[in-house]
Each structure stands twice: as structure tokens, then as C-alpha cells.
């Protein structure tokens, strides 16, 4: 906790860190007023864009590479590596078997995503700990701190079940600490997430949504984090019909709530990826900031970037804003491109590379045999580059409007009652018109992921989106490297939840395993 103190007069962009040997100082001759717990509550937000706060080469958790144990990149690699959307050519570790789907236990990455939502998840608890038991905790500003940090402790645990489960992870909140507990009777940990939900929306402490400084979660940061909870628990909970219905209408809700605050979507999509996208508050709910002079890392749009060109191709670096190497990783499946109209939706931004490589991706292991994606970029809307771009200037968008917008026309489809076809239908056009599309012809559960894969690509969304959907596991849907073959295979449906790392169980005896590993 007092090693976490930053020594900012802003909330989140300087980075300046004085570290405190917490042997001999205890967090109470820290915390002597309301600035030390906003310091404190940097920490909780720059923990999700950088991977410490000493510059690229520092880290707050032993063990993990500062680079892909970033928590967006870190995000990335279980969210869409391990989709038709993405794939990693690098020899790197592990980082192959992701997209394979034959990560194991002790899988590095895995046990980076897991590290790192607990870091986070521990940071927001200390927090919520020592301000309540403070002399400060009546004091509305602190008030608002701790709000904050439920909402953004909120994220991380909505990661955490989606990925994990509820059953065999730790449920730790500001009364204990992650080791010294085991999982939570079922299914306590998501009634818990909706209590805290709940109490976040009927509150005056969080801001109302749109009311809040860019960069920081509001009402409709948790709306958000209600929608994906409740669109997604018949999956956790393995319910269907009568008993999942209640659930898609609170999704609904949320979504509802979402959609009336943002009635317009920003009008130009590539825009919402540029090194400027702090400007598009129209859509962007909450962004992960990137600031080139003060957020170093290796992770998030950095990783999004750079991985998406070569070393030596300085035409793509120029045009995506850089003025250094590429590092030619993440490749997009051919399986994917198909989805696309590729001479009318504004959003097919995706690159074959300086000699128009083939989108076949013969070679898993080559960057050269497959299109990547160009949809972050580090150039300003203006046609403007950062000067010494080294690191980016480009925010990493949590929450779109156009994700709620699609949200709401999936939750009609699943049978909500508080939402009618002709609302979702207007949601649902919303965004393909953005896009140089007509009205949607074909409106099924099938389409709507199409839909989805297209407008979110890279956002971190896919691999729940195909769950949710039926298309992840089995045979339903296969595309190019499944389960290790080009066309793609069968895979076994216990790889819908990761292992819990062998890693944890060194520190927690508590812990249990999820099924099939």
C-alpha cells in the first residue's frame, strides 16, 4: 500500500513515485489527508495502463514480464488470441498455444491475466480499507475515492468471473485479503457483484453518467459493468429459458440507461482509435489513458501498434503515427476477414502487409502469411503525429456506447421484456449506418455476433462473445488454427473457463480447480 503512493497533484497522469519501505512506515503515516488517498487512487487506475509506476521497465508483480503482463495486454492475449480474431506469430513462450487452445495450468499468460486482476482487485480493496476506518471517511471527496474504487475493483471482477469462474477463485473485498481466502459459496461472488452494482447506481458518490472527467469511471461505467454481469450470467450460471429471461432484462436496463444518455454515436469509427480519441466522449464511456511523456509501458495500444507492423516497414510506421520499429506479431484469421464487406463497411481497417501478404495464414508462425489489423493508430484525427513517438498517445476504449447499443438488441433477441424489436432494431441500425451499411436484413442471434466480431475487433470482447453464443468450443464454429489444425477443429468445452495458475496454489492451499485441468 504505501510503496503504491504516488506523489501526483493530478489523479491519474504523473507518474513520479517515491517509494515507502513499508517495514519501517505504516499506511497511517501516509494517509494524513484527503490528497494521499487521491494519490492512492491513481494507483488503482494506472494500474490498468501501465505494468508499474517507474517507467516500461518496472513492475508491480514479481514473476511476470512487464511487457505481456500488462493488464490490457495481458486482457488481449485471453480475449482474442484465443478467438478467430487474433493470433500471435511470435516463438514467444506460450504465446502460440493461446490461439491453439492448448494452454495448460502453468501457462504464463494465464497466470499474468490472473496476477494481474487480483493486483488490481487488492489495490481498490486497501484502498476502500484504510479510507473507511480513516478520520477522513465522512469527507465527500473521499467518499467519492471510494466509490471509484468499488466500480474499478468491479472491473477487474468481472474479468476475473469471466475468465476464471466463480466457483474456484478467490473472493476477497476490503474486510480481507486475496491469500487468506478461498472461493466464495456459490454463486456468492456475482450476487455480491450486483449488491455492489446496486449500490453504486442508487448512490450520490459516483458521478452521473457523462458527468464525470474523462478518464474516470461514472454511473455509466457501472451501467456497463451491469449489462456485460447480467448478459452473460446465464452462461456462468448455466441457465436457459424461464430462469436466464430476468437476467437479459436487467442487462436491458443497463443498456437502455446507456443508450438514452449517448442517443448519437460518434460519426466516424476510426476516429474512436486515434491518438485523439480523449476527445470522443460522445461514445467513449471510460478509456485506459495513454499520455507518450508519462504512461511508458509495452502493453495496451503500445502492444496494439506496434505488433501491427514490421521492423523496417517505415510507410505503415509513419502512417500509423510511429517513428520507430514495428514489431510484426498479431495476425487476423482469414476466417475473420470473411465476415466483412470490404468495399462498403468503414470498419474493415486491416493491412496485408508492404506486399500485400495473402490472407491464408499458411504459416502460423510467420507475419508474412496473413493481414493483421490497423484499427488503433498513434496519428491524430488531424492527420497529426507525437512528436518523438516512442510510446503512444492512444486511450484503450473499456466501454463503447455502440457496445450497449448492440447489447440491447441481443437482449430482445434473448427474450428481455423491457425492450421492444423496433427498439433494438433502431439500436442495431445505429451502428452498421455508422459503418456505410444498410439496415440489418437479417436479424437472428447469428448475424448479431457477425455484428459484434465487426464493430468490437481487438476490444477485448470476442472469446465471451462466442461463448455467449455457442461458438467457441465443439465444432459449431471453427476457423483457421483451432485446436492446432488449419481448418480448424473440435476443442472440449472445460477451455470456456482458464485453469487457476499452479502458481496460486503455492500461496493459497484455499483454492480450487476448475474442471478439466
Known amino acids: ?245 430476468p437476467y437479459y432484462t436487467k442487462a436491458a436496463e443497463a443498456c437502455k440507461a446507456i443508450v438514452a444518455a449517448y442517443p448519437a454515436l460518434h460519426p466516424n469509427y476510426q476516429e474512436l482509435f486515434m491518438a485523439d480519441n480523449d476527445r470522443c466522449t460522445d461514445e467513449i464511456i471510460f478509456g485506459v489513458q495513454a499520455k507518450a511523456g508519462e504512461t511508458q509501458t509495452w502493453g495496451a495500444t503500445q502492444f496494439l501498434i506496434r505488433s501491427s507492423y514490421e521492423e523496417g516497414d517505415a510507410e505503415t510506421g509513419n502512417r500509423l503515427g510511429m517513428n520507430s520499429g514495428g514489431w510484426g506479431g498479431v495476425v487476423v484469421t482469414p476466417t475473420f476477414l470473411q465476415k466483412f464487406d470490404r468495399t462498403k463497411d468503414a470498419r474493415f481497417i486491416f493491412d496485408g502487409g508492404p506486399n500485400n501478404y495473402p490472407d491464408t495464414m499458411d504459416d502460423p508462425g510467420s507475419f508474412k502469411t496473413a493481414w493483421t489489423a490497423h484499427k488503433f493508430t498513434n496519428m491524430a484525427s488531424t492527420g497529426n503525429i507525437y512528436e518523438g513517438a516512442t510510446f503512444v498517445e492512444t486511450d484503450f476504449p473499456i466501454f463503447r456506447a455502440a457496445d450497449a447499443y448492440l447489447m440491447l438488441a441481443e437482449c430482445q433477441l434473448r427474450g428481455a421484456s423491457n425492450v421492444t424489436e423496433s427498439e433494438a432494431k433502431a439500436a442495431w441500425n445505429a451502428v452498421r449506418t455508422r459503418a456505410g451499411l444498410g439496415n440489418v436484413t437479417s436479424y437472428t442471434l447469428d448475424e448479431l455476433l457477425d455484428e459484434r466480431g465487426r464493430e468490437l475487433y481487438w476490444e477485448c470482447y470476442r472469446r465471451s462473445d462466442l461463448i455467449r453464443f455457442g461458438k467457441y468450443t465443439g465444432n459449431a464454429y471453427l476457423w483457421t488454427w483451432k485446436g492446432e489444425e488449419y481448418n480448424g477443429t473440435s476443442v472440449a468445452d472445460y477451455l470456456k473457463l482458464f485453469p487457476i495458475p499452479d502458481a496460486e496454489f503455492n500461496t493459497n492451499s484455499l483454492l480450487g480447480q476448475n474442471p478439466g485441468y
Open 1 to 245: 500500500m504505501a510503496a503504491a503512493l504516488l506523489t501526483a497533484t493530478s489523479c491519474i497522469r504523473d507518474l513520479d513515485i517515491q517509494p515507502v519501505d513499508d517495514d519501517v512506515v505504516l499506511p497511517a503515516d501516509i494517509l494524513t489527508g484527503v490528497e494521499q488517498y487521491e494519490q492512492v487512487l491513481a494507483k488503482c487506475y494506472i494500474g490498468l495502463a501501465v505494468s508499474g509506476s517507474a517507467g516500461e521497465n518496472s513492475g508491480d508483480i514479481d514473476g511476470i514480464d512487464n511487457g505481456f503482463g500488462q493488464y490490457i495486454r495481458a486482457l488481449f492475449y485471453m480475449q482474442e488470441l484465443t478467438t478467430d480474431a487474433a493470433h500471435c506469430v511470435w516463438d514467444d513462450k506460450t504465446v502460440r498455444f493461446l490461439h491453439y487452445m492448448k494452454w495448460t495450468r502453468s501457462d504464463v499468460f494465464v497466470r499474468a491475466m490472473f496476477s494481474r486482476g487480483y493486483y488490481q482487485i487488492s489495490m481498490c480493496n486497501e484502498l476502500i480499507r484504510q479510507a473507511e476506518a480513516s478520520q477522513f471517511k465522512d469527507n465527500e471527496k473521499i467518499q467519492q475515492y471510494i466509490a471509484e474504487a468499488k466500480a474499478l475493483r468491479l472491473l477487474s471482477y468481472l474479468h476475473i468471473v469471466d475468465m476464471f469462474g466463480y466457483e474456484h477463485v478467490p473472493f476477497a473485498t476490503e474486510e480481507t485479503s486475496v491469500g487468506s481466502v478461498g472461493p466464495a459459496p456459490n454463486p456468492e461472488l456475482i450476487d455480491w457483484m450486483e449488491d455492489q452494482i446496486d449500490e453504486l447506481l442508487q448512490s450520490n458518490r459516483l458521478a452521473d453518467i457523462r458527468h464525470a472527467e474523462y478518464g474516470r469511471v461514472d454511473k455509466g461505467f457501472v451501467q456497463m459493468i451491469k449489462a456485460k454481469l447480467n448478459l452473460n450470467a446465464p452462461v456462468y450460471l448455466n441457465l436457459s429459458g424461464a430462469e436466464a429471461a
